[in-house]
């Protein structure tokens, strides 16, 4: 019989492959199932999705959790760029695959840029020269640690006490304008006012990737934090005070997650780009 992860993994296989003759049934069910409860003992995890008003869901994303610890991996794949579905759908899969076999939770940093270094050369030998790639960020949460790494505009960040602790940077052209208006190059209209201020400056499926920004240090969680991934079709659509009325509510994770995509379709935003989110919680 298959579980849920067969069954989104079988439904993935085919839209890679191209046989989606009733995309939006297909689509349904994937949203059925992705927001089942997630069944990880002791490790109260939850998520949800919606596919906005795109035509593909290109957001991609999974979680494991092993005798070392919890990993959560989120991918937004580009959708300016064809074949984005594609990108984050591959890098979810290296970055989950690349977890299992992680035997020290001391050498996280290690499994974070191989990780990033398998799935940018899988994407880019896939696409074979086509357009293509993706954000992502991962957490990693062992015992009371959260390691991270992130690259391209998705967000990891943790919800404490009702404010909202931000991870990484965003990977844009917006943070190297910020940068020069700094210095004086720039002034404060011209950079908000730069047309490409949200073009993504690195990527995974990016030729010249580099690599991903990680934390120096393991972040402390404490009791009832809320590790939050997330896309960028969800911060862009809900303020900060609107996520802070729903994570503040004793609900589980998948429930809070749950809201959140449900007040996101309720705005029915004609331009509603994919969102996905993923919620931790630590007791």
């Not at 989950?96 to 076999?101: G, S």
């Amino acid at each position: 019989m298959l579980g849920l992860l067969d069954l989104l993994d079988l439904l993935d296989l085919l839209g890679l492959l191209g046989l989606r003759p009733c995309l939006r049934r297909t689509w349904a069910l994937r949203r059925l199932l992705a927001n089942a409860p997630a069944d990880k003992p002791g490790v109260p995890i939850g998520n949800g999705q919606t596919i906005g008003t795109r035509d593909e869901q290109d957001d991609y994303f999974s979680s494991v959790t092993t005798p070392h610890g919890t990993a959560a991996v989120l991918a937004d794949g580009i959708s300016g760029l064809a074949h984005g579905r594609l990108a984050s759908t591959i890098a979810v899969t290296v970055f989950i695959r690349e977890f299992l076999k992680l035997s020290d939770i001391r050498d996280v940093h290690d499994y974070f840029a191989k990780a990033a270094k398998v799935s940018n050369s899988e994407i880019l030998q896939q696409l074979q020269g086509a357009p293509g790639g993706t954000t992502l960020v991962a957490g990693v949460i062992a015992g009371d640690w959260l390691y991270w790494a992130a690259v391209g505009d998705s967000v990891i960040m943790v919800f404490r006490d009702g404010e909202f602790i931000r991870m990484n940077e965003k990977h844009t052209l917006e943070s190297v304008l910020q940068e020069r208006c700094l210095a004086g190059e720039l002034t404060k209209e011209e950079a908000i006012d730069h047309p490409l201020r949200k073009r993504l400056i690195n990527y995974l499926g990016y030729e010249h990737f580099a690599r991903m920004e990680t934390g120096s240090e393991p972040f402390e969680l404490r009791p009832g934090d809320r590790v939050i991934l997330c896309s960028d079709g969800v911060y862009n659509t809900m303020t900060e005070v609107e996520l802070e009325a729903i994570l503040s509510q004793p609900i589980s994770p998948n429930d809070a997650a749950e809201e959140i995509i449900e007040a996101i379709e309720a705005k029915g935003l004609a331009n509603q780009d994919n969102a996905t989110i993923v919620i931790v919680d630590h007791d």
